[in-house]
């Protein structure tokens, strides 16, 4: 089945440890993003990619890193820079940028840092 | 600055009546709306979508409409079923474009059996 994978789905991490979040997708989309969402929160953009070797600072990219070596996978990392990491964090992919109508949505990772 | 506003946190209806969800935007260059559907710890599903060059879409039971002038976009829902309680986001974007969503901070739909 077509789709996006993120793992892991739940994460705990002690305070200044660098975290990478895993997302891969079957779906040949050129596009992928990461999205952070907190309670009571809509969805903020960290990270976009729009072809590979390629990605673009969202609204809220301090403390983040991402890398994009291949189409499917659009790794996140939460470093130890970012003041407030625990959040569920999701990440998509789309066909490409316009016009294409919707973002196809992994199941999220959770982050819990103690 | 909020840039799209769901101002109902929660909706709360019985099944089978209709629900309307409401999104207000303040950025008049945005010419593209969407509608996603969340269960809790699952990521968004798109539900739909309408550019600005209508003023509404229709997808089975669900349909958007839009007000340009008003700045506010609907969902309704008809008939609501139990199935559809999900906290809803409402979505827009300038020139259609994917990388530059924004997203309400949902309302959360509750449909009574």
């Known amino acids: 089945d077509g789709g996006i994978t993120q793992s892991p789905k739940y994460l705990f991490r002690k305070e200044g440890q660098n975290v990478t979040l895993s997302c891969e997708q079957n779906?040949?989309?050129?596009?992928m993003y990461w999205y952070r969402q907190d309670p009571g929160q809509g969805l903020r953009l960290i990270y976009y990619?729009?072809?590979?070797?390629?990605?673009q600072k969202g609204d809220i990219a301090e403390g983040y890193s991402v890398s994009r070596e291949k189409k499917e996978s659009f790794p996140l990392t939460v470093t130890s820079a970012q003041k407030n990491p625990t959040a569920f964090y999701l990440c998509?992919?789309?066909?490409?940028?316009?016009?294409?109508?919707?973002?196809?949505f992994g199941e999220g990772s959770r982050l819990t840092v103690l | 600055d909020q840039q799209v506003k769901q101002n109902s946190p929660s909706l709360s209806v019985q099944e089978g009546r209709i629900s309307i969800l409401n999104c207000d935007y303040t950025n008049s260059m945005f010419d593209y709306f969407l509608w996603y559907k969340k269960y809790p710890a699952e990521g968004p599903t798109f539900l739909i979508s309408?550019?600005?060059?209508?003023d509404k879409n229709e997808d089975g039971r669900f349909t958007v409409f839009l007000n340009k002038s008003a700045k506010h976009l609907s969902l309704h829902i008809v008939p609501s079923q139990p199935g559809d309680s999900a906290v809803y986001f409402c979505?827009?974007?300038?020139?259609?474009?994917?990388?530059?969503?924004?997203f309400g901070k949902g309302t959360l739909l509750t449909v009574n059996p």
């Open positions: 979505a827009a974007s300038v020139g259609g474009s994917n990388y530059k969503l924004t």
């Open positions: 779906l040949n989309h050129d596009a």
């Open positions: 998509a992919s789309s066909e490409g940028g316009l016009n294409t109508g919707e973002l196809f």
């Open positions: 990619s729009q072809i590979v070797n390629d990605f």
């Open positions: 309408i550019s600005s060059i209508k």
